[in-house]
């Protein structure tokens, strides 16, 4: 949402490796009423959860969806830059007979549990073709020789900033 504050073809650039691994990317304007039909189609006959950071527009979107003002609207933070919490606990509206959302608060900071170090490739999709293919199993996909999955990251075939993401998450779950 709120793609009139954004230049397009930078956040297609940034968001261009999830739509290569299948994942359904709207670039959409509440404000200028931009593909919000493309959104409705995709979610109408389904549960869809709305979630993200404080001040993206999930409320908006939710409002235009229902057709009316549900939920309250505040304006980004002067003093902080950042959303401020608008909507405090989970609520599922109900669309239209065959279609809800579910909106959210506000995430500030995202974390993961339950979830061991080396279980963390199998939570990146684009790692599953070569995960097999290295010589070690099971490999953390760091150092290790004969990694297919840094080879892949090598020949270009697995995204740099996806594999960074990975070994910044693999951090943090050794810290916890």
Known sequence: NKMELAIESLVREDLA????????VF????????????????INGSITLLSGQSGVGKSSLLNYLYGEKIQKILEISDSSGKGRHTTSNATLVKINE??????TPG???FGLWGIE???????F??????RDKCKFIPCTHIHE??????????????????YQSYLNIYETLLDM
Do not use: H, W
Not at 145 to 162: F, T, Y
């Open 145 to 162: 020789p004969k990694c297919a999955v840094q080879e892949a990251l090598e020949r270009g075939e697995i995204d740099e900033e996806r």
């Open 27 to 42: 670039y959409i304007s509440v404000e200028e009423q931009q593909n919000l039909q493309q959104v409705y189609d995709f």
């Open 98 to 103: 065959n279609t809800s959302i579910i909106d």
């Open 117 to 123: 170090a080396e279980e963390l490739a199998l939570m």
């Open 17 to 24: 490796v999830y739509e290569r691994l299948g994942y359904k």
């Open 107 to 109: 995430i500030r900071e």
């Open 125 to 130: 999709d684009d790692f599953e073709p070569y």
